[in-house]
């Protein structure tokens, strides 16, 4: 069974729970008016936050076709839930993965597999070969939609500009947050955000300082103000730290609220730290964008994480 063509592929995701909640109290707050989070980590438990944003256009666009086809490494969120949404709409899913295939299947490389995924392994030197590796494939690329790594490019950033619908009064926050990967949710939240507000990104990656002229290709003036900060990477792309770790069991005593230690984690323990330093000017209003991801954490040592 297809989906069928009138059916939006938003039904398929339960938006009411994206609610906004307030965390002041788990901040030494000082001149900060008032801290939201958005818990994007709620809207699925399979394709969880940004990624479907990210996918939704896409997903869009794959009706009548035969298969979706995407990119990621062995630990990419953006594989399991291309895997799971294609599960969903009835379509076939090949995920092209870097690296040699491993003797035993990532936790994220297994889930993509038992959702459907067709899993092509191409060593690192070959995975920018897009149009080889497609090549390879031996499929009717007529019939497929290929999405890039992460969801990246305009289709996957006018997702991530819908994110802010779920943020009733948008108008009253100054500043929004949110965490860096690609930098396709943040171009989409600084295009939706409004002009007066500064939007500012924490990068999961150490030194990626290309991904601030990429936010801003994505966007026409007049734009928000906004700005990466490459300061709490804990070391770069999915490393830690213990005091990381050690904030987001704190984080979690406080709120009840779950953080992956990827992004999410790195991105409140940057809140923390920028408010401590004064970093933001009296009364302001922040909303911190929480947008999922915590099947990552299922790498983490058992124990280490008190939730
Ligand atoms: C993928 C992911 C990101 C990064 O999003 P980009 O659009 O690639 O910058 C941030 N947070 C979570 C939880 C993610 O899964």
Redesign the pocket.
Known sequence: MKIHPNVSVNNLINYESAAIENISNAFDSKNVASIDILR??KIHNVI????WY?LKYYLENAKGKQRIITFGGAF???LV?AAFAAKMMNIESIGIVRGEEPATYSPTLQDAADYGMRLVFVSRENYKNRDDILNKLNVDRNASIVIEE???GET?VKG?ADILQHVPDLAGYTHIL???????????IVRSALPQQQVI?IS?LKGADE?TPVVASFQQLPHASFEINFNYHHGGYAKKSPALIDFMNKFHQKTGIPT?F???GK?LFAVNELIKENYFPQNSSLVV??????Q?NRSLPVGMLRF
Request: glycine residues 26%; contains cysteine.
């Open positions: 994007l980590d969880s936050g940004n990624k990210k990419s969120n953006h839930a992460g969801g990246f996957g991530a949110c965490a860096v990967g690609t930098g396709t949710m943040m171009a989409g990104g999961a991904l992956d990827v992004y999410s991105l964008i929480h947008c999922g991801g915590i990552g």
